[in-house]
Nanobody, 117 residues
Framework: QELLVESGGGSVQAGGSLKLACLASGITYSIDIMNWYRQAPGKPREVVAF???????YYSDSVKGRFTISRDNAKNTVYLQMNSLKPEDTAVYYC???????????WGQGTQVTVSS
């Protein structure tokens, strides 16, 4: 059974840093894209960043220049280094894996990130 487990969330003051990790296990398909999403209270889930197998990356405008996504394909793990955190980054952060051709997606359970001013 597919299982994605996020770690590294927590509470930090504005300007601080956190590094999230997501380990994907039991994945039976080839993972084309590994994603980070977030959802703040009362807001829809939004994409933060994603990375392809080849290392191509995408960042939302709100985190560009502050967050860095990376991936260890051998370990089926994706990371999100978050620097210069702002209170508006407060959210539950979720990772997701995609197989594009088979239209398969799995989600992690989420990890809370709280940034205080």
């Amino acid at each position: 059974q597919e299982l994605l487990v996020e770690s590294g969330g927590g509470s930090v003051q504005a300007g601080g840093s956190l590094k999230l990790a997501c380990l994907a296990s039991g994945i039976t398909y080839s993972i084309d894209i590994m994603n980070w999403y977030r959802q703040a209270p009362g807001k829809p889930r939004e994409v933060v960043a994603f990375i392809t197998t080849g290392g191509e990356t995408y960042y939302s405008d709100s985190v560009k220049g502050r967050f860095t996504i990376s991936r260890d394909n051998a370990k089926n793990t994706v990371y999100l280094q978050m620097n210069s955190l702002k209170p508006e980054d407060t959210a539950v952060y979720y990772c997701a894996t995609d197989n594009v051709a088979k239209q398969l997606r799995d989600w992690g359970q989420g990890t809370q990130v709280t940034v205080s001013s």
